[in-house]
């Protein structure tokens, strides 16, 4: 099923696969013009979604503050994700996140 989404109804952590024309802009992060965005709806998405939402949640401490995930990866095995990310106003340096697979729960910062 196709639903045709304004910008307003995207969400922080929505997991998304764009397709762009054209060139891409040497900046960090790289930054072109979206020809469409197909938001990723399956289970799996969903829940990277609940997972990359509930680490931002945590380390934001205040509404202006903007961080960028860098990677998500899923280890099954171990029922967690750990989510490489980077505060906008430091550039210099990542950190990682480790959230539960199933509870969402954060067990640690890196």
């Known amino acids: 099923m196709i639903l045709h989404l304004d910008f ?8 998304v696969k764009p397709w762009h024309r054209g060139g891409v802009k040497k ?3 790289g930054k072109a013009e979206a020809e469409l965005i197909l938001v990723l709806t399956d289970e799996k998405s ?3 979604q609940r997972a990359v939402t509930a680490a ?5 401490k205040a509404e202006s503050q903007r961080f960028m ?3 998500v990866v899923h280890l099954p095995l171990e029922h967690v994700y750990t989510i490489e990310m980077m ?3 430091n550039l210099d340096s990542s950190f990682m996140v ?6 969402d ?3 640690y910062i890196k």
Do not use: C, Q, W, Y
């Open 69 to 71: 995930v860098l990677e």
């Open 27 to 29: 900046s960090f992060p």
């Open 87 to 89: 505060n906008r106003s």
């Open 98 to 103: 480790t959230v539960e697979d199933l509870t």
């Open 46 to 48: 969903l829940a990277e």
């Open 8 to 15: 307003s109804d995207l969400e922080i952590g929505m997991k």
């Open 56 to 60: 931002l949640d945590h380390v934001s």
């Open 105 to 107: 729960e954060i067990l």
